[in-house]
C-alpha cells in the first residue's frame, strides 16, 4: 500500500535507517519526511532506544502475564493525556480504534457510530468506510469484504463542518453510539481542524449521549505531549494511541474515563485480548520515546522546523507561479498543489496529483523522500537538524523551480 503507484515509478529498498537518513538498498542517502509514516520522532535507530530494546531482549521477548512495564507505560500516557484514567494495551492503531468503537457500543448501547471522509482509523470492517491513507491513495475509499450491512451501520459526514455533524444527529436521533475523528487529518494530507470545530464535534457528542473519540495514533505525542487535545483543550471520552509510544515496534493502545474502560473484560461485558498485546520489547521502546519527549520537549524547536519549511516552499511556489497549500503544526506538514485552502477531503482532493508525483520524483532524485502520495503527512523528527533542514529546503525549492 506504500508503493509507488499514484506517483509513477518503482520504489526503492531500504537497506538502513539513522537519524533522518534512509539508506536504500543501491546506496542512496535520502533525507526521510515519512518517518515511518509518524512513530520516529526521535529519528531513525536512536541510540537510547535501542539500549532500552536489547535490556529488555535480555528479560525476555514475550510473557503472556503484566509486567512492570505495562504499569511504567500506562503511568506515562495518563500523566500525558488528563483525558485518559485507564489505558489498555494492544498491537496496533487498527486495533485500538476497533477496541474503542466496540466499547463506545457497548456502554451507550447503540449500534451506529459516525465518522469522518477521509479520516483513516485502520483497517476493521466498521471503519474502513470513506478511508483516506492508502485506500484514498490508490482510488478505493471502501474496501471489499465489507458486507452491506456493517457500512450501514456508519455514518459518514465532511470534516470541518459542523451544520452536517448535527444534521446527522438529528436525522438518527438516540442511535449514534460514538464519533471517531482524527482531530487533525494526517490520512488525506495533514489537515487541521478550524478553529472552534473541535469544540463543537464536544458539545455536540455531550447533547446527544454519543461517546466521542480521538484517534491520536498519529498525532499523540507528535503534535504535543498531549497530542491534539492538549492544543484544543478538548477532552475526548476515549482516545486511541499507537505508533511513537512503540518507539519503532508494533503497540497501540486505547484509554478514557474510568466508568467506561471498566465496562472492559474481565471487569465487564466488552472482550478485548491479544496475546502480545503489552509486548515488553515495544513497551520498552515506547517508555525509552516517551521519556525523551518528557526531557527535551522538542515541539517548539520542531514547530519552528517546519515553518521553514512551509516558508521555503510557498517562497519557491511563489516564485515559480505556482498555487501552493502548506498546512502544518509541530513536526507534521502537508504539501497541496492547490489554489484554495484544503479543509477536507474535498478540498484535498481537488488538489493536482499528477503535479505533486513529478514534484516528488523531483525531490526524490535530489535526495529528498516526502511520501510516495499527494494524500499523505509529511513528518519531521528531532533527528532533522538546523543544517539537515536547510538542505531539505534548497532541495524542495529546487524542485519546485523544476516544474
Same mark, same amino acid.
Given at each position: ?38 512513530? +520516529? ?61 466496540? #466499547? ?20 476493521? &470492517? ?33 470534516? /470541518? ?10 436525522? /438518527? ?13 494526517? /490520512? ?48 475526548? &471520552? ?40 503489552? /509486548? ?9 520515546? #516517551? ?61 493536482? +496529483? ?50
Amino acid at each position: 500500500m506504500r508503493a509507488f503507484r499514484s506517483v509513477g515509478g518503482a520504489p526503492f529498498f531500504v537497506k538502513s535507517a539513522h537519524g533522518a537518513i534512509l539508506t536504500t538498498a543501491d546506496g542512496r542517502d535520502l533525507i526521510d519526511f515519512v518517518c515511518t509514516w509518524g512513530p +520516529a520522532i526521535h529519528g531513525h535507530n536512536p541510540p537510547r532506544i535501542k539500549a532500552a530494546i536489547a535490556a529488555a531482549l535480555e528479560d525476555g521477548t514475550s510473557f503472556g502475564a503484566p509486567h512492570e512495564r505495562e504499569v511504567t507505560m500506562a503511568e506515562l500516557i495518563i500523566q500525558f493525556f488528563p483525558s485518559i484514567q485507564k489505558v489498555r494495551m494492544c498491537n496496533s492503531g487498527t486495533e485500538a480504534t476497533m477496541s474503542a468503537i466496540r #466499547l463506545a457500543r457497548g456502554y451507550t448501547r447503540r449500534d451506529k457510530i459516525l465518522k469522518f471522509a477521509g479520516c483513516y482509523h485502520g483497517h476493521s &470492517d466498521s471503519l474502513l468506510i470513506n478511508a483516506g491513507s492508502g485506500a484514498l491513495t490508490h482510488g478505493y475509499p471502501d474496501s471489499a469484504g465489507v458486507p452491506a450491512a456493517f457500512a450501514q451501520e456508519t455514518i459518514v459526514v465532511p470534516f /470541518n463542518h459542523p451544520a452536517a455533524l448535527e444534521a446527522a444527529f438529528a436525522a /438518527n436521533p438516540g442511535q449514534i453510539a460514538g464519533v471517531i475523528l482524527e482531530p487533525y487529518l494526517g /490520512n488525506v494530507g495533514f489537515v487541521p481542524a478550524l478553529p472552534g470545530y473541535l469544540a463543537k464535534v464536544r458539545e455536540l457528542c455531550t447533547r446527544n449521549g454519543a461517546l466521542l473519540i480521538f484517534d491520536e495514533v498519529m498525532t499523540g505525542f507528535r503534535l504535543a505531549r498531549g497530542g491534539v487535545q492538549e492544543l484544543e483543550g478538548i477532552l475526548p &471520552d476515549l482516545t486511541a494511541l499507537g505508533k511513537i509510544i512503540g518507539g519503532g515496534l508494533p503497540v497501540g493502545a486505547f484509554g478514557g474515563r474510568a466508568e467506561i474502560m471498566d465496562l472492559i473484560a474481565p471487569l465487564g461485558p466488552v472482550y478485548q485480548a491479544g496475546t502480545l498485546s503489552g /509486548n515488553p520489547l515495544a513497551l520498552a521502546a515506547g517508555i525509552a520515546a #516517551l521519556q525523551m519527549l518528557d526531557e527535551s520537549r522538542p515541539y517548539g524547536a520542531l514547530n519552528r522546523a517546519g515553518g521553514r519549511i512551509r516558508d521555503a516552499v510557498l517562497g519557491a511556489a511563489e516564485a515559480k507561479g505556482l498555487p501552493v497549500q502548506v498546512p502544518q503544526f509541530g513536526a507534521m506538514f502537508s504539501i497541496f498543489f492547490n489554489a484554495a485552502p484544503v479543509t477536507d477531503l474535498a478540498t484535498a482532493t481537488a488538489s493536482d +496529483a499528477a503535479l505533486y508525483g513529478r514534484f516528488f520524483h523531483a525531490c526524490l532524485r535530489r535526495g529528498v523522500y516526502l511520501a510516495p502520495s499527494a494524500y499523505e503527512a509529511a513528518f519531521l523528527s528531532t533527528a532533522h537538524s538546523p543544517e539537515i533542514v536547510d538542505r531539505a529546503c534548497e532541495i524542495l525549492s529546487a524542485s519546485l523551480a523544476e516544474l
